[in-house]
């Protein structure tokens, strides 16, 4: 598969087959999605892998805000990818001053830019996954036992793809470009 392929291809899967995820696949893609770029190249962004299932039902349960859509796709998956980011180094200055006005915002966009490289690349592999953005940051990082100074940035639900689904609508591309 090229790139463009991929990138058109890929789609957010919440369901999954039963089949177990071996960790070799997973060392894989992270081999790969750590070439994805950050802040001054300081690479904050980490990946824990939950096989566990009474910790992937705890989360599920507890740790989804209520959002009963979240905690079905949680316990359909095999394996849960909490992706973690180190606080006060992406978008800032040594010193600990913002580089920018933007404050905070560039940690969160490591994140996204490296969710987004880990999921191109599951693809890849012929995995599914779905980026999830509702949960409960303090149950999670219990659960996940996510140590002091780092957030949870994303949860990343993969498996074997059970689903399918067609291309959500997209805006056409001359509505997203402005060529001055
Ligand atoms: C930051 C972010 C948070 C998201 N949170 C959720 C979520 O909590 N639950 C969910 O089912 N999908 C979630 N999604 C998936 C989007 O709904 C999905 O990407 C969008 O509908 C486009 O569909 P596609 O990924 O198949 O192209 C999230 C996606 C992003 C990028």
Same mark, same amino acid.
Not at 88 to 91: D, E, I, T
């Given at each position: 598969m090229n790139s463009i392929q991929n990138i058109k291809s890929r789609r957010s899967i919440r369901k999954f087959k039963p089949e177990?995820?071996?960790?070799?696949?997973?060392?894989? /893609?992270?081999?790969?999605?750590r070439f994805a770029p950050s802040w001054k190249n300081s690479q904050t962004v980490s990946y824990t892998a939950v096989y *566990? &299932?009474?910790?992937?039902?705890?989360?599920?349960k507890n740790g989804m805000c209520g959002f009963a859509h979240n905690t079905e796709i949680c316990l359909g998956a095999p394996l849960l990818i909490i992706v973690t980011t180190k606080d006060?180094?992406?978008?800032y200055e040594r010193d600990g001053s913002?580089?920018?006005?933007?404050?905070t915002h560039w940690q969160s966009f490591d994140a996204g830019a490296a969710a987004q490289t880990f999921?191109?690349?599951?693809?890849?592999?012929?995995l599914g996954t779905v980026i999830m953005g509702i949960y409960?940051? *303090?149950?999670? &990082?219990?659960?996940?036992? /996510?140590?002091?100074?780092?957030?949870?940035?994303?949860? /990343?639900?993969?498996?074997?793809? *059970?689903?399918?689904?067609?291309a959500p609508r997209r805006k056409p591309a001359k509505e997203l470009l402005r060529i001055i």
């Open positions: 177990p995820i071996g960790t070799e696949v997973i060392k894989e /893609i992270v081999e790969a999605a *566990d &299932r009474e910790k992937i039902k705890n989360m599920a006060k180094r992406s978008g913002f580089s920018t006005s933007k404050g999921c191109l690349l599951a693809h890849e592999y012929g409960d940051e *303090d149950v999670i &990082r219990s659960v996940a036992e /996510i140590p002091e100074g780092m957030s949870v940035s994303a949860i /990343i639900a993969i498996g074997v793809p *059970d689903e399918a689904p067609g």
